[in-house]
Protein backbone atom coordinates (compact mmCIF):
# COMPACT_ATOMS: atom_id res chain seq x y z
CA UNK A 1 0.00 0.00 0.00
CA UNK A 2 1.62 3.49 -1.11
CA UNK A 3 1.59 6.02 1.77
CA UNK A 4 -1.25 8.00 -0.09
CA UNK A 5 -3.33 5.27 1.07
CA UNK A 6 -1.66 4.96 4.53
CA UNK A 7 -3.12 8.38 6.19
CA UNK A 8 -5.98 11.22 6.32
CA UNK A 9 -3.95 14.00 6.00
CA UNK A 10 -0.55 15.54 4.86
CA UNK A 11 0.84 18.35 6.44
CA UNK A 12 3.65 19.47 3.99
CA UNK A 13 6.59 21.65 4.98
CA UNK A 14 7.76 24.25 2.52
CA UNK A 15 11.02 25.02 2.10
CA UNK A 16 13.27 22.37 0.83
CA UNK A 17 10.20 20.06 -0.06
CA UNK A 18 7.80 21.99 -2.34
CA UNK A 19 10.43 25.20 -3.15
CA UNK A 20 13.73 26.34 -2.51
CA UNK A 21 13.51 30.16 -2.21
CA UNK A 22 11.27 30.88 -5.48
CA UNK A 23 11.92 27.70 -7.61
CA UNK A 24 9.94 24.93 -7.64
CA UNK A 25 11.31 21.23 -6.35
CA UNK A 26 11.02 19.17 -9.40
CA UNK A 27 7.39 17.21 -9.32
CA UNK A 28 6.20 19.04 -6.16
CA UNK A 29 3.04 20.63 -8.52
CA UNK A 30 2.06 16.82 -9.58
CA UNK A 31 2.54 15.53 -6.15
CA UNK A 32 0.09 18.10 -5.05
CA UNK A 33 -2.36 17.48 -7.43
CA UNK A 34 -2.35 13.91 -7.12
CA UNK A 35 -2.62 13.75 -3.05
CA UNK A 36 -5.58 16.15 -4.02
CA UNK A 37 -6.88 14.00 -6.77
CA UNK A 38 -6.55 10.74 -3.84
CA UNK A 39 -8.91 12.83 -1.25
CA UNK A 40 -6.59 13.83 0.72
CA UNK A 41 -6.54 16.37 3.18
CA UNK A 42 -3.63 18.71 3.03
CA UNK A 43 -1.80 21.63 5.27
CA UNK A 44 0.96 23.66 4.31
CA UNK A 45 2.99 24.53 7.26
CA UNK A 46 5.96 26.33 7.51
CA UNK A 47 8.33 27.75 10.50
CA UNK A 48 9.26 31.00 8.36
CA UNK A 49 7.13 33.84 9.88
CA UNK A 50 8.38 36.43 7.16
CA UNK A 51 5.27 35.81 5.50
CA UNK A 52 1.17 36.04 5.92
CA UNK A 53 -0.77 32.89 5.14
CA UNK A 54 -1.92 35.08 2.22
CA UNK A 55 1.52 35.53 0.66
CA UNK A 56 1.89 32.30 1.33
CA UNK A 57 -0.70 31.11 -0.63
CA UNK A 58 0.26 33.29 -3.66
CA UNK A 59 3.64 31.88 -3.16
CA UNK A 60 2.61 28.50 -3.92
CA UNK A 61 0.03 29.52 -6.73
CA UNK A 62 3.26 31.05 -8.48
CA UNK A 63 4.67 27.56 -8.65
CA UNK A 64 2.15 25.49 -9.45
CA UNK A 65 0.89 24.55 -5.78
CA UNK A 66 -3.09 26.45 -5.79
CA UNK A 67 -3.54 26.39 -1.97
CA UNK A 68 -6.13 28.57 0.15
CA UNK A 69 -4.72 31.00 2.75
CA UNK A 70 -6.59 28.47 5.05
CA UNK A 71 -4.90 25.13 4.54
CA UNK A 72 -1.30 27.21 5.98
CA UNK A 73 -0.40 27.60 9.48
CA UNK A 74 3.04 29.30 9.57
CA UNK A 75 5.28 30.16 13.10
CA UNK A 76 3.84 33.51 13.19
CA UNK A 77 0.48 32.90 13.68
CA UNK A 78 1.43 30.28 16.21
CA UNK A 79 3.52 32.93 18.13
CA UNK A 80 0.51 35.57 17.85
CA UNK A 81 -1.38 32.80 19.34
CA UNK A 82 0.57 31.70 22.43
CA UNK A 83 1.88 35.29 23.53
CA UNK A 84 -2.15 36.56 23.31
CA UNK A 85 -2.82 33.35 25.94
CA UNK A 86 -0.08 34.64 27.93
CA UNK A 87 -1.88 38.39 27.95
CA UNK A 88 1.33 39.75 26.27
CA UNK A 89 0.36 43.37 25.39
CA UNK A 90 3.43 45.11 23.21
CA UNK A 91 6.25 43.38 22.11
CA UNK A 92 9.85 44.71 20.04
CA UNK A 93 10.15 42.83 16.66
CA UNK A 94 12.55 41.39 14.39
CA UNK A 95 10.82 39.97 11.72
CA UNK A 96 8.86 40.72 8.42
CA UNK A 97 5.04 41.14 7.46
CA UNK A 98 4.33 37.87 8.75
CA UNK A 99 4.68 38.11 12.38
CA UNK A 100 3.76 41.57 12.41
CA UNK A 101 0.60 41.65 10.79
CA UNK A 102 -0.35 38.55 13.01
CA UNK A 103 0.84 39.78 15.96
CA UNK A 104 -0.98 43.22 15.03
CA UNK A 105 -4.04 40.93 14.27
CA UNK A 106 -3.76 39.37 18.11
CA UNK A 107 -4.01 42.82 19.56
CA UNK A 108 -0.44 43.32 20.44
CA UNK A 109 1.50 46.20 19.86
CA UNK A 110 4.27 46.49 17.82
CA UNK A 111 7.42 48.66 18.98
CA UNK A 112 9.56 50.43 16.82
CA UNK A 113 12.73 52.39 17.22
CA UNK A 114 14.45 52.42 20.59
CA UNK A 115 11.12 51.91 23.33
CA UNK A 116 12.41 51.71 26.85
CA UNK A 117 11.09 48.77 27.52
CA UNK A 118 8.45 45.47 26.18
CA UNK A 119 6.76 42.79 27.15
CA UNK A 120 8.52 40.92 24.86
CA UNK A 121 11.17 40.10 21.99
CA UNK A 122 10.04 38.39 19.09
CA UNK A 123 12.95 37.01 16.83
CA UNK A 124 12.27 35.73 13.73
CA UNK A 125 13.41 35.88 10.12
CA UNK A 126 14.31 39.55 8.72
CA UNK A 127 16.02 40.32 5.57
CA UNK A 128 16.46 44.21 6.95
CA UNK A 129 17.76 43.48 10.47
CA UNK A 130 20.98 45.36 11.43
CA UNK A 131 23.17 46.19 14.31
CA UNK A 132 20.09 48.61 15.96
CA UNK A 133 17.48 45.97 15.58
CA UNK A 134 19.78 43.63 17.29
CA UNK A 135 21.21 45.50 20.05
CA UNK A 136 17.63 47.21 21.09
CA UNK A 137 16.20 43.70 21.01
CA UNK A 138 19.47 42.55 23.17
CA UNK A 139 18.61 45.28 25.32
CA UNK A 140 15.01 44.73 25.85
CA UNK A 141 15.92 41.23 26.78
CA UNK A 142 18.22 42.37 29.97
CA UNK A 143 15.92 44.67 30.58
CA UNK A 144 13.30 41.81 31.56
CA UNK A 145 11.68 41.57 28.28
CA UNK A 146 10.42 37.81 27.51
CA UNK A 147 12.75 36.08 24.41
CA UNK A 148 10.22 34.32 22.24
CA UNK A 149 11.93 32.92 18.81
CA UNK A 150 9.14 32.07 16.10
CA UNK A 151 11.74 29.16 14.90
CA UNK A 152 15.05 28.43 15.14
CA UNK A 153 16.22 27.09 11.92
CA UNK A 154 19.75 28.38 11.83
CA UNK A 155 19.90 27.70 8.06
CA UNK A 156 17.60 27.04 5.10
CA UNK A 157 17.97 25.68 1.39
CA UNK A 158 18.92 28.29 -1.30
CA UNK A 159 18.01 28.06 -4.85
CA UNK A 160 21.09 27.18 -5.74
CA UNK A 161 21.86 24.08 -2.75
CA UNK A 162 23.70 26.29 -0.13
CA UNK A 163 22.34 27.40 2.53
CA UNK A 164 21.40 30.94 3.80
CA UNK A 165 21.24 32.16 7.47
CA UNK A 166 17.72 31.66 8.94
CA UNK A 167 15.98 32.75 11.75
CA UNK A 168 17.90 30.75 14.14
CA UNK A 169 21.27 32.78 13.08
CA UNK A 170 19.81 36.08 14.29
CA UNK A 171 18.59 34.69 17.39
CA UNK A 172 21.96 33.35 18.24
CA UNK A 173 23.02 37.14 18.44
CA UNK A 174 20.47 37.95 20.54
CA UNK A 175 21.39 34.76 22.72
CA UNK A 176 24.85 35.25 23.08
CA UNK A 177 25.02 38.96 24.18
CA UNK A 178 22.25 38.09 26.89
CA UNK A 179 23.44 34.72 27.68
CA UNK A 180 19.28 34.80 27.64
CA UNK A 181 17.70 31.12 25.99
CA UNK A 182 14.44 31.85 23.80
CA UNK A 183 11.42 29.81 24.15
CA UNK A 184 11.19 28.86 20.42
CA UNK A 185 7.65 28.02 19.06
CA UNK A 186 7.67 26.87 15.74
CA UNK A 187 9.06 23.28 14.83
CA UNK A 188 10.04 21.14 16.04
CA UNK A 189 7.64 21.91 19.16
CA UNK A 190 4.39 20.92 18.73
CA UNK A 191 1.98 24.27 18.17
CA UNK A 192 2.40 24.46 14.60
CA UNK A 193 1.96 20.67 14.08
CA UNK A 194 -1.42 20.06 15.96
CA UNK A 195 -2.23 23.77 14.33
CA UNK A 196 -1.54 22.24 10.94
CA UNK A 197 -3.73 18.83 11.86
CA UNK A 198 -6.55 21.32 13.29
CA UNK A 199 -6.82 22.80 9.59
CA UNK A 200 -6.47 19.59 7.64
CA UNK A 201 -9.84 18.21 9.53
CA UNK A 202 -8.05 16.06 11.38
CA UNK A 203 -7.44 11.87 11.37
CA UNK A 204 -4.29 10.15 11.23
CA UNK A 205 -1.26 12.24 9.93
CA UNK A 206 1.92 11.87 7.86
CA UNK A 207 4.58 14.78 8.50
CA UNK A 208 6.40 15.52 5.12
CA UNK A 209 9.41 17.44 5.75
CA UNK A 210 13.20 18.29 4.53
CA UNK A 211 15.04 18.62 8.31
CA UNK A 212 15.34 15.51 10.41
CA UNK A 213 16.01 18.06 13.54
CA UNK A 214 12.55 20.21 12.96
CA UNK A 215 10.29 17.98 10.73
CA UNK A 216 11.27 14.46 11.70
CA UNK A 217 12.18 15.39 15.40
CA UNK A 218 8.71 17.34 15.90
CA UNK A 219 6.60 14.51 14.26
CA UNK A 220 8.27 11.86 16.54
CA UNK A 221 7.80 13.91 19.88
CA UNK A 222 3.81 13.75 18.82
CA UNK A 223 3.89 9.81 18.23
CA UNK A 224 3.20 10.91 14.64
CA UNK A 225 4.94 9.19 11.23
CA UNK A 226 7.21 11.42 8.87
CA UNK A 227 8.68 11.31 5.32
CA UNK A 228 11.85 13.05 5.02
CA UNK A 229 12.48 13.92 1.50
CA UNK A 230 15.88 14.49 0.41
CA UNK A 231 15.16 17.80 -1.84
CA UNK A 232 16.14 20.30 1.24
CA UNK A 233 18.73 20.70 3.84
CA UNK A 234 18.91 16.69 5.46
CA UNK A 235 20.97 14.10 3.71
CA UNK A 236 20.96 10.27 4.54
CA UNK A 237 24.39 10.97 6.71
CA UNK A 238 22.43 13.47 8.61
CA UNK A 239 20.34 10.36 9.99
CA UNK A 240 23.21 8.64 11.14
CA UNK A 241 24.10 11.54 13.42
CA UNK A 242 20.55 11.95 14.35
CA UNK A 243 18.87 10.25 17.45
CA UNK A 244 15.37 10.52 15.77
CA UNK A 245 14.46 8.60 12.87
CA UNK A 246 11.65 9.60 9.88
CA UNK A 247 9.16 6.84 9.50
CA UNK A 248 9.99 6.76 5.51
CA UNK A 249 12.60 8.19 3.63
CA UNK A 250 12.13 9.06 -0.03
CA UNK A 251 14.25 11.16 -2.52
CA UNK A 252 11.75 13.50 -3.33
CA UNK A 253 7.51 13.48 -3.34
CA UNK A 254 7.39 11.03 -5.71
CA UNK A 255 7.88 8.73 -3.02
CA UNK A 256 4.50 9.29 -1.73
CA UNK A 257 2.56 7.35 -4.42
CA UNK A 258 5.35 4.15 -3.78
CA UNK A 259 5.12 0.87 -1.51
CA UNK A 260 7.79 2.35 0.82
CA UNK A 261 10.80 0.63 1.30
CA UNK A 262 10.61 -2.06 4.60
CA UNK A 263 13.69 -2.03 6.61
CA UNK A 264 16.46 0.33 8.64
CA UNK A 265 16.71 3.25 7.34
CA UNK A 266 20.10 4.12 7.45
CA UNK A 267 22.00 5.80 4.95
CA UNK A 268 22.85 3.06 2.68
MG1 LIG B 1 11.92 22.73 5.21
Known sequence: MSLVERYDCFLLDLDGVLYRGDRPVEGASEAVARLRA????IAFLTNNSSRTPDQVADALGRIGVPA??????TSALATADLL???????AFVIGEDGVRSALAEAGIDTLDGEPPRADAVVVGWDRGVDYAKLRTASILVQRGATLIATNADVSFPAPDGL????????LLVV???TGVEAEVVGKPGAALFEAARRR???GRPLVVGDRVDTDVAGAAALGWDSLLVLTGIS?????????????YVARDLSGLFEEPEPGPLASD
Open 38 to 41: AGRR
Open 68 to 73: SPAEVV
Open 84 to 90: SSRGVKS
Open 163 to 170: RWPGAGAI
Open 175 to 177: TAT
Open 200 to 202: AGG
Open 235 to 247: RPADLDRSDVRPT
